[in-house]
């Protein structure tokens, strides 16, 4: 088989074989097809589309590009929560420990940094000593003794995902229902998982803006996700405004931790309950709470009692991080430059480009312009309001920590631009749109094949 081929196939819409995906991705794992080779096949995927037999082949042939991890040993179910990205998006570091807590297994394989949207991996990588490329027998040893623990690709474990995610981010393709649904399951699926629940993201900050083209991702996921044995429900949510107070790297785990320690902050609470509402599911579908109901108390529980903060803190220390530096948080934040960006009007903020508030944060350091560079662990956006609040001309809108102050203009030049005035209060959005199970995914795509 040659690759040119394969990428000549694609840009003329004509579907690969099982045997043609195994191969482009047997190539991408072992690095053995040139990165410009695979860039082009992902351009012409994302910009043809994928059919349902080749997106179910890829993700097949991306989960077995490696090792699996084996939860069985164990003993107790194991699930998992992952989103297609977001700004501010810091759920798993509430929903592992939560779910964890709660008797569970949380053997979680996630992400960097990916377009506009902050990584799981990068933003724990901001505590000192903390490992994400762990062993499998490493990543066993974590979750006997914390029940989560939150890892990255590695040459060994989904490698295939490893180079096309890196790859994706730098060349414009991330944004494809087919190549993000193989990319998340080809992980989840290589956890072993019993359940996982999909956080699918819909509106201005979501890669797939449009709602129906959510709602079909949505659909892709649980239906293949069931398919290869792993019971699945998706979560359409709002992604109109960052989630939480903090987007950034440092600063969205301190937001974390504190709601974790039980603190409310008015700008936390959609965070907080959405993070409930993932793990209610997750707690539900591993068979600990008869109802996602009673998931819901059994999490909010954890939250009151402190054992859901015990999990994270046990986790962070077992994968070498140094948990006091949760104690010294606010010196622990040493931003090179901060800056206030007060409203440029008066009015109610009526909509904002979360896109570009994503882009906003990645381009004052917390996200990186070339595969493998740094990211700065102190950079990030802390927002002083909200979709729906009033502000009169010159209010603080957000503070901006940057790695430098020529960072600003740009960054704020996004935010500015984000932002949509109105003369009257806008009508409030819902937080979840809809929750999608198995019979409704093949409905959906059987509505549309
Ligand atoms: N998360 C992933 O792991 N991959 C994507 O493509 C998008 C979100």
């Known amino acids: 088989m040659h690759t040119i081929d394969l990428i000549r196939k694609t840009r003329d819409r004509l579907p690969l074989t099982e045997a043609e995906i195994h191969f482009l991705v047997t190539g991408a794992a072992t690095e053995s097809i040139p990165l410009e080779q695979l860039a082009a096949w992902l351009m012409a995927a994302r910009l043809n589309g994928l059919a349902l037999d080749e997106i179910r082949s890829l993700t097949l042939a991306m989960r077995d590009s490696g090792v699996r991890f084996d939860p069985r040993p164990l003993n107790q179910s194991a699930v998992d929560k992952h989103s297609t990205g977001g700004v501010g998006d ?195 579908l591993g068979g600990q709470a008869s109802s996602p109901r009673h998931g819901y108390a059994l999490a909010e529980a954890t939250l009151h009692n402190g054992s859901a903060l015990d999990r994270f803190l046990a986790m962070v220390t077992a994968q070498g991080g140094d948990a006091s530096v949760f104690d010294r948080a606010p010196s622990f934040h040493r931003p090179g430059a901060t800056h206030t960006l007060t409203a440029a009007q008066s009015g109610w903020i009526a909509a904002l480009d979360t896109t570009a508030l994503g882009w906003a944060v990645q381009r004052l350091g917390a996200g990186r312009e070339t595969a493998g560079a740094p990211v700065d662990p102190h950079a990030g956006i802390r927002f002083h309001h909200r979709r729906g609040d009033r502000l009169q001309q010159g209010d603080p809108f957000a503070t901006l920590y940057a790695t430098r102050a020529d960072l600003f203009p740009e960054a704020i030049d996004l935010i500015q631009s984000a932002i949509q005035w109105s003369d009257t209060p806008p009508q409030p959005v819902p937080l979840v749109h809809s929750i999608l199970d198995r019979a409704r995914a093949q409905a959906i795509l059987a509505s549309r094949s």
């Not at 819909?202 to 797939?208: D, E, M, R, V, Y």
């Not at 440092?250 to 309950?273: K, M, T, Y």
């Open 90 to 284: 810091k759920t798993s570091f509430l929903v592992a420990p939560i779910a964890a807590a709660c008797g569970l297994i949380v053997p979680m394989i996630s992400g960097r940094a990916l377009g506009h949207t902050g990584g799981t991996l990068d933003k724990l990588e901001a505590i000192p000593g903390f490992r994400t490329a762990l062993s499998l027998s490493e990543f066993e040893a974590v979750l006997r003794h914390a029940g989560a623990a939150i890892v990255s690709q590695t040459p060994d474990l989904v490698p295939a995902d490893r180079v096309l995610y890196a790859l994706r981010d730098r060349t414009g393709t991330v944004e494809s229902p087919g190549l993000i649904c193989a990319s998340i399951l080809s992980k989840k699926l290589a956890a072993g998982l019993d359940a996982l629940v999909l956080d699918v993201k819909t509106g201005s900050g979501a890669f797939l803006r449009d709602p129906a083209e959510a709602e079909f991702l949505a659909a892709l996921l649980v239906s293949t996700a069931e398919a290869a044995g792993t019971r699945a429900v998706a979560l359409l949510t709002d992604m109109g405004q960052p989630l939480g107070y903090a987007a950034g790297n440092w600063i969205e785990l301190v937001e974390a931790v504190e709601l974790l320690g039980n603190q409310r902050n008015p700008g936390s609470e959609d965070l907080r309950e959405l993070s409930l509402q993932l793990a209610a599911w997750m707690i539900h």
